[in-house]
């Protein structure tokens, strides 16, 4: 069974640009979440959405945005990128919603420079 | 304001021995706790979890233990194996009403042949 896809697994870009960020959760998982971990620490929750509704958002800015599609699967958008999006961006999925159900996918490298 | 704290970035642990990796929280909210572990270029992947209602949960080498008065968990392994070495992120959420986690920083865990 495929578990959670991220696509792509590195990227490099440079300060101002824009990036795009690309999951797929588990098949029959209705959820899914973001979250970004920055070397050193551990991942910090972005955003997470059921049945494309947004139901819960962390603590970043305006340049975070995101969106669930009819087949659930996802994309996380940043804009104006600054150094410090620097991270690994992890998506994972759950049946419902519920974070102790969680699944995470490999993640997505990315790197601004 | 760091929720849960890892305060040990890293532990060596002999094979065959004990491995023990601690964690505090400071939300009197959560109410349940999960470890996961992490290899380079991999996804967390779920350890162990245990409910504010237990004291102890247990699953072949892994054992979580829960002091809800001292607002502190810990993973013991015994006995540690070499597949063992990975990065251990302690994380915390709510049953109900809650759709996050909040990590800790992790803990290196490296286990010595």
């Known amino acids: 069974d495929a578990g959670v896809t991220q696509s792509p697994t590195h990227l490099i870009k440079t300060r101002g640009q824009q990036v795009t960020l690309r999951c797929s959760p588990i098949s029959g998982h209705k959820s899914v979440s973001w979250y970004q971990q920055v070397l050193g620490q551990g991942p910090q929750f972005i955003f997470q959405y059921y049945e494309k509704e947004e139901r819960g958002r962390g603590n970043f800015p305006d340049r975070f945005s995101a969106r669930q599609f009819p087949n659930y699967s996802s994309e996380l958008n940043v804009n104006a990128l600054l150094l410090g999006d620097s991270a690994l961006y992890l998506c994972?999925?759950?049946?419902?919603?519920?974070?102790?159900?969680?699944?995470f996918g490999s993640g997505t490298r990315l790197t601004v420079v | 304001d760091q929720q849960v704290k890892q305060n040990s970035p890293s532990l060596s642990v002999q094979e065959g021995r004990i491995s023990i990796l601690n964690c505090d929280y400071t939300n009197s909210m959560f109410d349940y706790f999960l470890w996961y572990k992490k290899y380079p270029a991999e996804g967390p992947t779920f350890l162990i979890s245990i409910s504010s209602i237990k004291d102890k949960n247990e699953d072949g080498r892994f054992t979580v233990f829960l002091n809800k008065s001292a607002k502190h968990l810990s993973l013991h392994i015994v006995p540690s194996q070499p597949g063992d070495s990975a990065v251990y992120f302690c994380?915390?959420?709510?049953?109900?009403?809650?759709?996050?986690?909040?990590f800790g920083t992790g803990t290196r865990l490296t286990i010595i042949p």
């Open positions: 994972a999925s759950s049946l419902g919603g519920e974070a102790y159900g969680y699944t």
């Open positions: 994380a915390a959420t709510t049953l109900y009403g809650n759709e996050k986690l909040t």
